[in-house]
């Protein structure tokens, strides 16, 4: 059974910084895209940020030179650097991952975490 772990949620201060950590674990082959997804209360779930295995990245705009996206492909984790963080940046954060662990890719998603800005 795949599992998706986050941790490093938290409340912090306007323009303090968190990084999120999401562990893939179980019998895994493979893994494509990590990312991490964000909702809001009231709000749909947004792409924050993700990266492919071979390194590339996308961003949001709304958090481009804030945030840093980044994986570990032997411990099969992915990191989000927050910086700069501002109270609009506070949602239950997703990570989220395409798996291959025998039957092909399959989207995975953790149980998510928290993140709390205060002004």
Not at 28 to 52: H, T
Not at 94 to 107: M, T, V
Request: hydrophobic share 30%.
């Amino acid at each position: 059974q795949v599992r998706l772990v986050e941790s490093g949620g938290g409340l912090v201060q306007s323009g303090g910084s968190l990084r999120l950590s999401c562990a893939a674990s179980g019998r895994i082959l493979s893994i494509e895209n990590m990312g991490w997804y964000r909702q809001a209360p009231g709000r749909e779930r947004e792409l924050v940020a993700r990266i492919r295995s071979g390194g590339d990245t996308k961003y949001a705009d709304s958090v481009k030179g804030r945030f840093t996206i980044s994986r570990d492909n032997v411990k099969n984790i992915v990191y989000l650097q927050m910086n700069t963080l501002k109270p609009e940046d506070t949602a239950v954060y997703y990570c989220n991952a395409d798996i291959d662990y025998g039957l092909g890719y399959r989207n995975h998603w953790g149980q998510g975490t928290q993140v709390t800005i205060s002004t």
